[in-house]
């Protein structure tokens, strides 16, 4: 009985990994991990995307930037890099990657962000130039450093006497 268990699971294991076996390896050769960096970037930035399982290279594309051709990096296995220029016209928000690495595509969702200017007012700034207080604060400072200056200049010029 109990060898018949033994038996039993074994043949189920066996056929667990047989099946699972071809799965993995298409896993494998099957664009995934695509990395948007910097994830946070501005109208016309460039942008570095790398993807794994892409070997031989590809494309990557986005509504935010035109189709990129991706070369394979050196020294990493079936890793393939890209460089987009981010549309200067976009509008901010997240967009999407897609990928197709020869016929397979994955598309990341809301893979990076583009970010717009800001909305700035006024700020404290006016716009009528200096005022009567500002005025009276820097002509204060220029006398001041008019009078230091003399009296510096006057002191050097008495002890040269000596």
Partial sequence: MRSTRALAASAVTVAVLGL???EAGAWDNNPSNIVAMPS???RGGQMTVTVDGCRDGGTVRSRAFS????SP???ARETS???ARIHEDISPGS???TVDCRGRTLTRPAAFTVIG???GGLGGSS???ATPADMAIGGGLVAAAVVGGGLFWMRRRTERRI
């Fill in 67 to 70: 189709e990129t051709s991706l």
């Fill in 127 to 129: 716009t009528s130039g």
């Fill in 81 to 83: 890099r890209g460089i």
């Fill in 95 to 97: 967009y999407d990657i």
């Fill in 40 to 42: 946070a970037i501005a």
């Fill in 117 to 119: 200017g800001v909305r």
């Fill in 20 to 22: 699972a076996t071809p």
């Fill in 73 to 75: 990096l050196n020294g």
